[in-house]
C-alpha cells in the first residue's frame, strides 16, 4: 500500500504490459452466405479466428426480409433494369447488430478507395458491420445508415461479397499475432512503396541468377537493396506513389541513381531496336 492508502503501483513505477486486445468482432451482412465458407475458414483468416484474434459471423440478410416470402429488394422507382435492396431489411438488421462501437462499412464503387492506411485503420477497431449489395444497388436511403463507403476497384462486381472477403482478409492479416509482424511492416504499400523483388532457392534459374548483394550475407547492403529496388519497381510501375512523397534523404540519393539507370537502360534499348531494324 502507497502513503496516500491506494494499492497498486505507483506513478514512477512501470505499469507493466498492457492487457491482451480484445479480438476485433465482424458482422457480414448478405444475401448468399455460403460464399464466405470456404475463403473465411482458411488459410490466415481461418487461423486469426482459430486463434481467438477475431470473431466473424456471416448473416443472412433476407432474415430480416419483408413478409412471407422475406422479400428483401425491389424495382426502381422511375424505371430501369435490375432490382434495388430495399430500406428495411438493412434497418431491421444494422438496429439489431449494430452497437455504440460500431463501424458499418458498404461496398459501393463510389465509395472511397480502399488501401493498406484504410485496411490498418479498421483493424484497430472493435466491431464492424459490412452490409453487401445486390443486384442494382441500395436504396439511396441506406446510405445514411451507413458509416464508411469503401470500393476495391474501378470495375462492376456482382456484388458485396467479393470486396468484404477482400476487406476482412486485409484487416485480420494486420492484427497483432495474426502473422510475423516483420512480413506486413515490409509489404508493398505499408511504406508507400511496392514491395521489393523476392528470391529464393535455386541460386540460378535458367541462366537468372540471384542477385550476389542478397547472398553477401551484408545486412546494410540488403537493406540498401531493397529500398533501391522498391523504388525502381514503384518508379516502373506506380509512379503517382511517388508523387508528393516525402522522400528521406538517402531515398532522393537512392531514387536519383535509379533514374539515372532506367535512362540509361532506355537508351541502350532504343540503340539496339535501331541497329537491329538496319
Same mark, same amino acid.
Given at each position: 500500500?502507497? =502513503? &496516500?492508502?491506494?494499492? /497498486?503501483?505507483? *506513478?514512477?513505477?512501470?505499469?507493466? #504490459? $498492457? @492487457?491482451?486486445? %480484445?479480438?476485433?468482432?465482424?458482422?457480414?451482412?448478405?444475401?448468399?452466405?455460403?460464399?464466405?465458407?470456404?475463403?473465411?475458414?482458411?488459410?490466415?483468416?481461418?487461423?486469426?479466428?482459430?486463434?481467438?484474434?477475431?470473431?466473424?459471423?456471416?448473416?443472412?440478410?433476407?432474415?430480416?426480409?419483408?413478409?412471407?416470402?422475406?422479400?428483401? =429488394? &425491389?424495382?426502381?422507382? /422511375?424505371?430501369? *433494369?435490375?432490382?434495388?435492396?430495399? #430500406? $428495411? @431489411?438493412?434497418? %431491421?438488421?444494422?438496429?439489431?447488430?449494430?452497437?455504440?462501437?460500431?463501424?458499418?462499412?458498404?461496398?459501393?464503387?463510389?465509395?472511397?478507395?480502399?488501401?493498406?492506411?484504410?485496411?490498418?485503420?479498421?483493424?484497430?477497431?472493435?466491431?464492424?458491420?459490412?452490409?453487401?449489395?445486390?443486384?442494382?444497388?441500395?436504396?439511396?436511403?441506406?446510405?445514411?445508415?451507413?458509416?464508411?463507403?469503401?470500393?476495391?476497384?474501378?470495375?462492376?462486381?456482382?456484388?458485396?461479397?467479393?470486396?468484404?472477403?477482400?476487406?476482412?482478409?486485409?484487416?485480420?492479416?494486420?492484427?497483432?499475432?495474426?502473422?510475423?509482424?516483420?512480413?506486413?511492416?515490409?509489404?508493398?504499400?505499408?511504406?508507400?512503396?511496392?514491395?521489393?523483388?523476392?528470391?529464393?532457392?535455386?541460386?540460378?534459374?535458367?541462366?537468372?541468377?540471384?542477385?550476389?548483394?542478397?547472398?553477401?550475407?551484408?545486412?546494410?547492403?540488403?537493406?540498401?537493396?531493397?529500398?533501391?529496388?522498391?523504388?525502381?519497381?514503384?518508379?516502373?510501375?506506380?509512379?503517382?506513389?511517388?508523387?508528393?512523397?516525402?522522400?528521406?534523404?538517402?531515398?532522393?540519393?537512392?531514387?536519383?541513381?535509379?533514374?539515372?539507370?532506367?535512362?540509361?537502360?532506355?537508351?541502350?534499348?532504343?540503340?539496339?531496336?535501331?541497329?537491329?531494324?538496319?
Amino acid at each position: 500500500m502507497s =502513503d &496516500d492508502g491506494q494499492t /497498486g503501483p505507483s *506513478a514512477d513505477e512501470p505499469s507493466g #504490459p $498492457e @492487457p491482451p486486445r %480484445a479480438p476485433i468482432e465482424i458482422e457480414i451482412l448478405t444475401l448468399f452466405p455460403g460464399m464466405f465458407a470456404g475463403p473465411l475458414a482458411e488459410s490466415i483468416p481461418g487461423r486469426v479466428q482459430s486463434r481467438g484474434l477475431a470473431t466473424v459471423r456471416v448473416h443472412d440478410l433476407r432474415q430480416w426480409g419483408l413478409g412471407r416470402h422475406k422479400t428483401v =429488394d &425491389d424495382y426502381t422507382y /422511375g424505371g430501369g *433494369a435490375g432490382m434495388v435492396l430495399r #430500406p $428495411e @431489411p438493412a434497418a %431491421a438488421a444494422l438496429a439489431v447488430l449494430r452497437r455504440p462501437d460500431s463501424t458499418v462499412i458498404l461496398p459501393d464503387p463510389g465509395g472511397e478507395v480502399f488501401g493498406q492506411a484504410r485496411a490498418l485503420d479498421l483493424s484497430k477497431r472493435s466491431h464492424l458491420v459490412i452490409l453487401c449489395p445486390r443486384y442494382e444497388g441500395v436504396d439511396e436511403r441506406i446510405r445514411a445508415m451507413i458509416d464508411l463507403e469503401l470500393s476495391i476497384g474501378d470495375y462492376v462486381l456482382s456484388g458485396g461479397e467479393i470486396p468484404a472477403m477482400v476487406m476482412v482478409d486485409t484487416i485480420l492479416r494486420l492484427l497483432p499475432g495474426a502473422i510475423d509482424a516483420e512480413s506486413t511492416a515490409e509489404e508493398s504499400f505499408t511504406a508507400g512503396l511496392l514491395e521489393y523483388p523476392q528470391y529464393t532457392r535455386p541460386p540460378e534459374f535458367e541462366g537468372v541468377a540471384v542477385p550476389a548483394t542478397l547472398t553477401s550475407g551484408h545486412h546494410e547492403e540488403v537493406r540498401k537493396w531493397r529500398l533501391k529496388e522498391a523504388l525502381r519497381r514503384t518508379w516502373r510501375r506506380r509512379p503517382e506513389l511517388l508523387e508528393g512523397r516525402q522522400l528521406s534523404r538517402e531515398e532522393s540519393k537512392l531514387l536519383a541513381e535509379v533514374s539515372h539507370e532506367e535512362n540509361v537502360r532506355a537508351t541502350d534499348e532504343t540503340t539496339r531496336s535501331s541497329e537491329t531494324a538496319d
